[in-house]
C-alpha cells in the first residue's frame, strides 16, 4: 500500500515536471518563432522621449472679420535627431543649403560670421548683441575673441575641418544654431520653412542621401496686406534665452525634460498683440511619445495629448479707415516736405513722419491708429536685409508715433484751458480779454499773438485760437488747477490701451524741478497754449476730445473687441461697447463743455482756423494747432469731433515738422470721408471713393490729391501756436 502511494507521487511529480517544461517552451515558441520579432523589438527598447506637438498661432482679424494676421499651412525641412547621425550631419547640412540656395529659398542663418571675398572670416556688421552673445558662449565673453577665433573654436567641436571658408561658415552656421536651440530626440530643429512644393519633391526623391531630413506641414504667420496697422499687430521672433528662462514652465501638462510649454526653438510675440496677448494666441501644445531602441532606431509614436490652437483676437481696428488713414498720412507727410522744399524758408522740408488715431466716442475704441513712416509685416518676416535697412533708417519705420509717439500739442490744448477755466469760474461765456497782439501783464515777459483780434470771448477766442485770451485765462486759472484738469482728460496719462503706449509729459513745476530745470513765472502762459512741457501722444489727444464730447466721462481706450476661440465660435473676452468701463470724469458741467464745443464748432465755420471744412458735408468740430519745435520745422496737429450734434468718433492728427496746418486737416478729412462717405483705397494706393459723387465730394470734401489737399484746405485765419 505504502508503495502504491509513493509511485504515486513519483508520477505526479513528473507530470508536474513536464507540465511546466511543456508550458514553457510554448512560451518560447511564442518568443522567438510566433512572435519572435514584436518580442525582439520589445526587449531592446531602451529609450521613450515626449516630443512637443506645436499648436497652431490664434488667428487676428479686424472688427468686422477682416484678416490681419493669419496662420498660412507650409513646408518645413526638419532634423530629427533620430536619424541625423553624427557622421552624416555635415554632408546632410551641406546638400540640403547647397539645394535651397541654387533654388533662392532661404534658410535659418542667424550666424553673425561673414566670409569675405578673399575668404577671411569677419563679425557681421550691427549685430553686436548676437556676437557678444557668441563670444560669451565659446570664450566666457572676451570682447578680444576675433571672428577667426571663434570660427576655430567651432570647427574642432562641429568636426568639420577642410572644407572651403563658405562650407565651413554654413556648417557651423546650421550646427551652432542647433546646438542652442536645444536640439535632441525629442527637440526636432527646423531647418527651413516655406520651402516650395517642387523642392519638396526633390527633397522627397532623394530622401535616402539626406538622412535626418523630414518635410513636414506647418503653420507661420500670413499677412493679406503686411501694411495694415504693423505696429499694431506686432511681430514675432525667435524665443530669447532671457524670455525662455522666464516661459520654459508655462503650459506644462506632464512631468519629462521637455515640457509643453517654451521651447529653445519657438517663436514668442515680440511687440503689439502678438506679445501683450501672447498667452491668448499660443495656445496649448499636445504631446507624441516615440520610443527607439538601444541602436537608435524609431520603434513607435504615439500622440498622447493633442494640441489645442489659440484663441482668435478681433480688434476694434476698421481696416478700411486703417488703410485710408495711412495713405493719407504718407500723402500728406510728402506734400508738406515737398511744399517746404519749394518755400524760400524751407518750412516743411524736415516733415517725415506724422500720426492719427480715431476712436469712437461710444466706448473709446480705437477704429484707427496709423503712423509713417510705416513698414510692411510679410517683408519683416521674410527677408533679414529688409530688417536690417528698418533699424538703421533715421526716419524710425518702427517707431509708432501714433500710440508712443509724444508731441507738443500747440493750440489742441487750448479746450482744455477754456473747460477747466469755465468750471473754475475764472472766465465765463462773456468774458471778454482784448488781443493787441502782445500780452504786457509782466514789463520783462512779453509774449505775442498770431494776429490782432481785439475784444474776444472764449468762443471767438477759440475759433481764432487767440494766444493772449489763453495767456490770460491761463495765468489766472494757475498751473496747479490746469495740471488736475488735463490729468483728468488722460493728458500725460495712459489711457489704458491694451498694448504699449506712451506715457507723455504735462507741464507742471514738479516735471520741470525734477528733469533737472527752473519753472518761472511765464511758463504757465506757454503751458495754456500747448506749449512748455507739453507733449503728448496722438492716442491721448483723441481720448481728451472723446472725453469731453462724452460729457466729461473718460473711458478706458482700447483695442481689442473680443477674443474666441480659433474657430470663432466661442466667447473668451469680450469689450462690450455696452459696457465700457469708466477711467474718470472730467466734473466740469455739461453747460461748460457745450460752451467749449461751440467755439471748436467755430473752429470748422468762416473765419475760423479750419475753415476748410465749413461746407463738408458732414458739422465737423475741431481744433488746429501749432507747436513751434526749435530747430525743427513746426509740428502741426488737428482735433476733432463729428457729427457735431451727435459725436460718434474723435479724430486727432499730428505731422512731426509739418510746418502747415492745412495738410493735417486734410489726414482728418480722408478719415472723415473712410467713416462717413466710404472712401476706401483702390489697387493703386489711391484714395477714392465708392461711387462716382459722394455728399461728401459735391461739398468740396475729397482731398485725395497732393494739389487738391493743399488748395483746398487753406485757412482763412492763420492758425496760432
Known amino acids: 500500500m505504502n508503495r502504491l502511494k509513493g509511485s504515486s507521487r513519483y508520477v505526479f511529480c513528473i507530470a508536474v515536471v513536464v507540465f511546466a517544461f511543456a508550458i514553457y517552451g510554448l512560451r518560447l515558441i511564442d518568443w522567438q518563432i510566433i512572435n519572435g520579432e514584436h518580442w525582439l523589438n520589445v526587449s531592446t527598447k531602451t529609450n521613450t522621449s515626449s516630443v512637443k506637438m506645436t499648436a497652431a498661432r490664434g488667428e487676428i482679424l479686424d472688427r468686422n472679420g477682416n484678416p490681419l494676421a493669419v496662420n498660412k499651412t507650409v513646408y518645413a525641412i526638419v532634423f530629427d535627431k533620430v536619424y541625423l547621425t553624427k557622421e552624416t550631419q555635415n554632408k546632410t547640412i551641406l546638400q540640403l543649403t547647397s539645394l535651397l540656395d541654387k533654388r533662392g529659398e532661404a534658410w535659418r542663418d542667424e550666424f553673425p560670421i561673414q566670409v569675405t571675398a578673399s575668404g577671411a572670416y569677419e563679425f557681421i556688421p550691427d549685430r553686436e548683441k548676437d556676437v557678444d552673445a557668441l563670444k560669451k558662449n565659446l570664450f566666457r565673453g572676451n570682447t578680444y575673441v576675433t571672428a577667426e577665433q571663434c570660427i576655430l573654436e567651432l570647427v574642432g567641436k562641429y568636426d568639420c575641418a577642410g572644407y572651403s571658408p563658405q562650407q565651413t561658415r554654413t556648417i557651423v552656421s546650421v550646427r551652432y544654431n542647433m546646438e542652442n536651440s536645444g536640439f535632441s530626440v525629442s527637440t526636432p530643429y527646423t531647418f527651413a520653412t516655406g520651402i516650395s512644393s517642387d523642392t519638396v519633391g526633390i527633397i522627397s526623391e532623394n530622401a535616402q542621401n539626406l538622412p535626418g531630413a523630414t518635410i513636414e506641414v506647418t503653420t507661420v504667420r500670413d499677412y493679406p496686406d503686411g501694411t495694415v496697422a504693423p505696429h499694431i499687430l506686432g511681430t514675432l521672433g525667435a524665443i530669447s534665452q532671457e524670455e525662455y528662462a522666464k516661459k520654459k514652465d508655462e503650459g506644462k501638462t506632464y512631468n519629462s525634460d521637455n515640457p509643453s510649454g517654451y521651447a529653445y526653438n519657438d517663436s514668442i510675440g515680440k511687440s503689439g498683440v502678438e506679445s501683450a496677448f501672447e498667452n491668448y494666441l499660443r495656445g496649448k501644445n499636445g504631446v507624441k511619445v516615440i520610443e527607439t531602441t538601444r541602436t537608435g532606431a524609431l520603434a513607435s509614436s504615439t500622440v498622447t495629448q493633442p494640441p489645442v490652437a489659440g484663441n482668435s483676437i478681433f480688434l476694434t481696428i476698421d481696416k478700411n479707415i486703417q488703410k485710408v488713414a495711412q495713405v493719407s498720412l504718407a500723402n500728406n507727410v510728402k506734400n508738406a516736405q515737398a511744399e517746404g522744399k519749394r518755400a524760400r524758408d524751407g518750412r516743411g522740408a524736415d516733415c517725415v513722419a506724422g500720426g492719427a488715431v480715431v476712436l469712437n466716442v461710444k466706448d473709446f475704441s480705437v477704429l484707427a491708429a496709423a503712423t509713417f513712416p510705416n513698414y510692411d509685416l510679410n517683408q519683416y518676416t521674410n527677408d533679414p536685409t529688409y530688417v536690417s535697412n528698418l533699424f538703421k533708417d533715421t526716419t524710425k519705420p518702427m517707431y509708432d508715433r501714433a500710440l508712443v509717439g509724444s508731441f507738443m500739442p500747440g493750440s489742441s490744448f487750448k479746450p482744455v484751458v477754456a473747460a477747466a477755466a469755465l468750471q473754475e469760474g475764472t472766465i465765463t461765456s462773456s468774458s471778454i480779454v482784448t488781443c493787441h497782439r502782445v500780452y504786457t501783464f509782466w514789463q520783462d515777459y512779453r509774449p505775442t499773438c498770431m494776429g490782432y483780434h481785439g475784444p474776444l470771448n472764449v468762443i471767438q477766442a477759440l475759433q481764432k485760437s487767440c494766444n493772449i485770451f489763453f495767456y490770460d485765462t491761463g495765468r489766472r486759472l494757475g498751473i496747479d488747477t490746469l495740471d488736475l484738469y488735463a490729468k483728468r482728460f488722460g493728458l500725460g496719462q495712459k489711457t489704458g490701451l491694451e498694448i504699449n503706449e506712451g506715457t507723455g509729459i504735462l507741464a507742471s513745476p514738479q516735471v520741470r524741478t525734477a528733469a533737472g530745470g527752473t519753472w518761472e513765472g511765464g511758463d504757465v502762459v506757454q503751458a495754456a497754449i500747448g506749449q512748455a512741457d507739453n507733449s503728448f501722444t496722438p492716442l491721448q489727444l483723441a481720448t481728451y476730445v472723446a472725453t469731453l464730447v462724452n460729457d466729461g466721462e473718460r473711458l478706458k481706450t482700447h483695442v481689442i473687441s473680443k477674443i474666441t476661440n480659433y474657430n470663432r465660435d466661442q466667447s473668451v473676452m469680450e469689450n462690450s461697447a455696452d459696457s465700457p468701463q469708466v477711467v474718470d470724469n472730467v466734473n466740469i458741467s455739461k453747460e461748460n463743455l457745450d460752451i467749449v464745443k461751440k467755439g471748436m464748432r467755430a473752429v470748422t465755420q468762416p473765419g475760423g482756423t479750419a475753415a476748410s471744412f465749413a461746407n ?69 494706393g489711391n484714395l477714392v471713393f465708392p461711387k462716382k459723387e459722394t455728399p461728401a465730394e459735391s461739398q468740396g470734401a475729397s482731398s485725395s490729391s497732393a494739389t487738391e489737399t493743399a488748395s483746398q484746405t487753406t485757412s482763412s485765419t492763420p492758425e496760432q501756436g
Open 616 to 684: 463738408y458735408g458732414i458739422a465737423i468740430a475741431g481744433k488746429t494747432g501749432t507747436a513751434e519745435v526749435p530747430p525743427h520745422s513746426d509740428n502741426t496737429v488737428f482735433v476733432a469731433f463729428a457729427p457735431y450734434d451727435n459725436p460718434e468718433i474723435a479724430v486727432a492728427v499730428v505731422l512731426e515738422y509739418g510746418a502747415y496746418g492745412k495738410y493735417s486737416t486734410a489726414v482728418a478729412r480722408d478719415i472723415f470721408d473712410a467713416y462717413f462717405f466710404g472712401k476706401t483705397v483702390d489697387e493703386s
